[in-house]
């Protein structure tokens, strides 16, 4: 899969290649070792590093060059570290407009200048970027036309049911295993969550805690087909339940389905993190927390397992 050479794009890739690696705080972010990682040039990553810089992610070393400020494993991967805020931001505007039939089931680079404010040159960067994202197509002339938004009802059922085939079953392909740092980010980000006070947790927050831990089992497969396929329907998943409203006691009850499948994960259970996983997703399929223990022994064997 092509990785975005925009700095915030690559920001996000590169603090995800210092997870996997170990790198320590004060270390020294060489750009030759980046740019191989991230199968780029030096350019985007010199762009990227002055990005992270302002973050708060690297310093400037006094010989020159950067070092890296902030252990990873404390790094909470924000969205605005994954997509350029501006294009995100608008990516979502445009997704909630449709949704709610603002916007029609076709647009122009014009349409879109005038609706957002945007220049032609944003606009049409826009709509490449949505299409790339699956959400709409070039049509004849200067229109494209939107696909089906899968927060639309019968989109969401296949969405589930495509994730009822694959997910569990990827837990139990060959070669599976989840990678042990960035596995310990998406605990901590899940029970710093979870220690808040009731109704502390933003919608915002949950979304992006559920698309991590989503992307590191995508990120498991060794199958790269299934891998990139996992990813990008997570990543356009995310993005559809923008507008979406889940109640605090189903982000706790989902969150805490995602621990006890790191459990099993950890424990060397696959078979019960792939029938934990089918139960998940059902669950939030259906969204009835109420029948949560219902016919499921799954869950109730995970309950009982101690952490060591």
């Given amino acids: 899969m092509k990785t975005s050479n925009r700095p915030a794009a690559m920001a996000g890739k590169i603090l995800d290649v210092l997870i996997d690696s170990g ?12 740019a191989e990682a991230c199968h780029v040039s030096r350019t985007p990553i010199r762009n990227a590093l002055q990005l992270l810089e302002q973050q708060g992610y690297a310093s400037k070393a006094p010989e020159g060059g950067y070092v890296l ?47 957002y404010n945007v220049p032609r040159a944003a606009a049409q960067n826009l709509l490449l970027d949505l299409k790339s994202k699956g959400i709409v197509d070039k049509a004849d002339g200067q229109s494209w036309m939107f696909k089906q938004l899968m927060g639309e009802q019968s989109s969401q059922a296949h969405s589930f049911e495509f994730r009822l085939m694959l997910e569990p079953e990827a837990i139990l392909s060959e070669g599976f295993r989840i990678e042990k740092n960035r ?17 502390a947790i933003r919608l915002d927050e949950f979304r992006n805690a559920d698309l991590a831990f989503h992307l590191l089992i995508a990120r498991a497969v060794t199958n790269p087909y299934i891998s990139e396929t996992m990813t990008n329907h997570n990543q356009l998943r995310h993005l559809h339940g923008a507008s979406h409203t889940i109640s605090d006691f189903r982000m706790r009850q989902s969150l805490r389905e995602h621990l006890r499948i790191l459990d099993a994960l950890e424990q060397g259970m696959p078979a019960v993190a792939a029938d934990l996983m089918r139960v998940h997703l059902r669950m939030s399929k259906s969204n009835r927390p109420s029948v949560a223990n219902r016919g499921a022994p799954a869950i109730m064997l995970a309950g009982r397992m101690q952490r060591t």
Avoid: C, F, I, Y
């Fill in 69 to 115: 400020a902030r252990d990873p494993l404390t790094v909470r991967l924000d969205a605005d570290m994954k997509t350029d805020p501006p294009e995100g931001v608008l990516v979502e505007r445009v997704v909630r407009d449709r949704a709610s039939r603002r916007l029609g089931a076709s647009v122009t680079v014009s349409e879109l200048s005038r609706r």
């Fill in 23 to 34: 790198l320590a705080v004060g270390e020294r972010l060489v750009e030759n070792t980046l």
């Fill in 183 to 199: 596995a310990a980010v998406v605990r901590l980000q899940t029970e710093d969550l979870l220690a808040r006070a009731e109704n």
